[in-house]
């Protein structure tokens, strides 16, 4: 093997790290040291790991995906707006920074059938809540006149976290 290759080479704790991972952070107050114990690294080391991966790319970032429904929260809206090309950075901006919007992100349109090039996300325990936020945060930025759907959940699919160990 060439040293470029095993400069790559993740080493078989590094491996047992990167399956552990796809699970989740473990629920203590030290999550790393915690990975560290099953891994037979240091806690240092498993740091210094996760921030070469993402460096490297392999880790994009770190998320928390959280079961909302069995808290309550059933009431949830995907909003989908058509926003000017020249404007949706900067409106993106401005929703993400709503405290009702739990998630915003930008996507190609889909032409002709789907104009919608925002989405942000609001999670509720009722749809009527769910559409007030929505009617009082679109007054705040002005989108009143700005095209848009309201899809609400039906169905939870399943959450998890991104995989990053060869099956």
Same mark, same amino acid.
């Given at each position: 093997?060439?040293?470029?290759?095993?400069?790559?080479?993740?080493?078989?704790?590094?491996?047992?790290?990167?399956?552990?991972?796809?699970?989740?952070?473990?629920?203590?107050?030290?999550?790393?040291?915690?990975?560290?114990?099953?891994?037979?690294?240091?806690?240092?080391?498993?740091?210094?790991?996760?921030?070469?991966?993402?460096?490297?790319? !392999?880790?994009? %970032?770190? *998320? #928390?995906?959280?079961?909302? =429904?069995?808290?309550?929260?059933?009431?949830? /809206?995907?909003?989908?707006?058509?926003?000017?090309?020249?404007?949706?950075?900067?409106?993106?901006?401005?929703?993400?920074?709503?405290?009702?919007?739990?998630?915003?992100?930008?996507?190609?349109?889909?032409?002709?059938?789907?104009?919608?090039?925002?989405?942000?996300?609001?999670?509720?325990?009722?749809?009527?809540?769910?559409?007030?936020?929505?009617?009082? !945060?679109?007054? %705040?930025? *002005? #989108?009143?006149?700005?095209? =848009?759907?309201?899809?609400?959940?039906?169905? /939870?699919?399943?959450?998890?976290?991104?995989?990053?160990?060869?099956?």
């Amino acid at each position: 093997m060439n040293q470029v290759a095993e400069l790559y080479m993740d080493t078989e704790a590094e491996q047992r790290l990167r399956a552990l991972i796809e699970k989740g952070l473990p629920l203590t107050s030290r999550p790393w040291q915690t990975l560290a114990d099953q891994c037979d690294m240091s806690e240092a080391r498993v740091m210094a790991t996760i921030e070469r991966w993402q460096s490297e790319g !392999l880790i994009k %970032r770190l *998320g #928390l995906v959280i079961k909302h =429904r069995p808290l309550g929260i059933k009431a949830n /809206a995907m909003v989908v707006w058509d926003i000017p090309d020249d404007q949706v950075a900067m409106v993106g901006r401005r929703l993400a920074a709503e405290r009702a919007v739990t998630l915003c992100y930008r996507r190609p349109r889909r032409l002709p059938d789907w104009p919608f090039n925002l989405f942000c996300m609001i999670h509720g325990i009722a749809r009527q809540r769910v559409l007030l936020e929505l009617d009082a !945060l679109t007054q %705040r930025q *002005g #989108l009143e006149a700005i095209p =848009r759907q309201v899809l609400f959940s039906t169905h /939870a699919y399943r959450q998890r976290g991104a995989r990053y160990a060869a099956e």
